[in-house]
Nanobody, 121 residues
Framework: QVQLVESGGGLVQAGGSLRLSCAAS????????MLWHHQAPGKQRELVAL???????TYVDSVKGRFTISRDDTKNTVYLQMNSLKPEDTAVYYC???????????????WGQGTQVTVSS
């Protein structure tokens, strides 16, 4: 079984920074895209950033220039560096990875449990 475990959330003042981490563990043959989503209270979960296996990155417009997604494939870990945080960034942040468990298996979606990020004004 594959597990994704997130860390790094917390409370920060507006303008501050946080770095989220998400480590994948278990039986893993390869990891394709790795993604971060967030879900604010009363809103739908939305994609924040993604990074492909060849390190192509994509960001939602609201975080461009402030957030940076990266990955360390030696550790099966994806990071989200969040700078210049705003109160509207407050949400639960979820990591998501497209993982092939064995050479013959299909790519499946895996999700972390979520980590709370709260930005005070």
């Amino acid at each position: 079984q594959v597990q994704l475990v997130e860390s790094g959330g917390g409370l920060v003042q507006a303008g501050g920074s946080l770095r989220l981490s998400c480590a994948a563990s278990g039986i893993i043959y390869s990891i394709n895209a790795m993604l971060w989503h967030h879900q604010a209270p009363g809103k739908q979960r939305e994609l924040v950033a993604l990074i492909t296996a060849n390190l192509t990155t994509t960001y939602v417009d609201s975080v461009k220039g402030r957030f940076t997604i990266s990955r360390d494939d030696t550790k099966n870990t994806v990071y989200l560096q969040m700078n210049s945080l705003k109160p509207e960034d407050t949400a639960v942040y979820y990591c998501n990875a497209k993982i092939r468990a064995t050479m013959r298996s299909q790519i499946s979606d895996y999700w972390g449990q979520g980590t709370q990020v709260t930005v005070s004004s």
